[in-house]
């Protein structure tokens, strides 16, 4: 079977590490047909903005995409590719495993969570205005179909993956309406599922336990900007953005992509670590059905991890973007 996925090269450093990752992906025998389509900061001259419409034209086409990063201007400008994107494909909930792998140095042992974002509203649904010349307001959207929806999403990945225990994180002791009705929404679906441990926690609370006892937690459930933040913590406890992969999941397209950023001044030089997005194509391959191919990835990613030979900077070696790939290639 051949498999049509689109794939979004992305800005800086986007098109070396996305090229790894596709390496890797046709390195495994399955069949897939790319579809790359351009967008972001390269594509704004031509056509005035960085999704254009041939973009979201290939995912609903192909329901699955491959995407590197892409550059959001700060304070000004367009809007976030990103959240637009989740938006307009109604990808309602952002899956961000964060796992312990072997030959990092890192705090922690034995770290195995999943962070499952609401990603479709809250602060991120962009309703914002000046009030006069000094202020300015931001409205929090939550509703309860999109908080059950994704809590929903939270329980059934543990039931899938064999999880104990499903966390909700919120501030509803004092966002009593809005993370309140987040809270009350995340209970009613616990009740479907008695199965799966349940409990809540305050997210200045939750931040400082992760750093204390992580390995005491396992599935989290969080509004868009707490999901946000708390998936770049849990990524700092396994080491780092550089081995972060991250899913938008909908019910119609998934676009898989790396949490961090496009990190323009690295651009062409093959240096930059490929791991995230390589573990994001590995996570993008169970969910088209290819779980042999994603276990394969995922076995070289650590064989390759424990003999250290092929590491790049970050990880305390010298190895090039698509050196590591080759790697990875070589253990497949």
């Not at 809007?79 to 990092?104: D, F, H, I, M, W």
């Amino acid at each position: 079977m051949t498999h049509n996925i689109t794939l979004i090269p992305g800005d800086g450093i986007g098109p070396e590490i996305s090229e790894a990752a596709r390496r890797v992906i046709d390195a495994t025998g399955v069949s897939i047909n790319w579809d790359v389509v351009e967008a972001g900061e390269k594509v704004i001259a031509e056509y005035g903005t960085p999704l254009p419409d041939y973009v979201l034209d290939s995912i609903k086409r192909n329901k699955v995409a491959l995407k590197g990063p892409l550059t959001t201007p700060v304070g000004k400008g367009f809007r976030s590719v990103n959240v637009t994107l989740r938006q307009e494909l109604n990808l309602y909930a952002n899956v961000r495993p964060a796992k312990t792998l072997p030959g990092l140095v890192t705090r922690y042992e034995n770290v195995d969570l999943i962070i499952v974002r609401e990603n479709t509203e809250d602060l991120y649904a962009g309703i914002e205005h000046m009030v006069g010349r000094d202020a300015a307001e931001s409205i929090k959207i939550i509703t309860r179909e999109a908080s059950e929806r994704v809590a929903r999403h939270a329980f059934e990945l543990a039931v899938k993956q064999g999880r104990k225990k499903v966390t909700a994180v919120h501030k509803a002791n004092i966002m009593k309406l809005s993370d309140g009705l987040f809270l009350e929404s995340v209970k009613n679906i616990a009740k479907d599922y008695p199965q799966i441990e349940f409990e809540d926690m305050i997210v200045d609370a939750m931040c400082m336990k992760l750093v204390q006892t992580p390995e005491k937690y396992d599935v989290m459930v969080l509004p868009n900007l707490y999901g946000d933040i708390v998936s770049d913590l849990c990524a700092g406890l396994v080491g780092g953005l550089g081995v972060a992969p991250g899913a938008n999941i909908g019910e119609k397209a998934a676009v898989f992509e790396p949490v961090h950023g496009s990190a323009p001044r690295h651009a062409g030089l093959n240096r930059i670590n490929p791991l995230a997005i390589i573990m994001s194509g590995a996570l993008m391959l169970l969910h088209i059905g290819e779980y042999e191919a994603a276990d394969r990835i995922s076995q070289a990613i650590t064989a390759v991890l424990k003999e250290g030979k092929s590491l790049t900077y970050d990880l305390g070696g010298t190895t090039s973007t698509s050196g590591m790939a080759d790697a990875i290639i070589s253990k497949l």
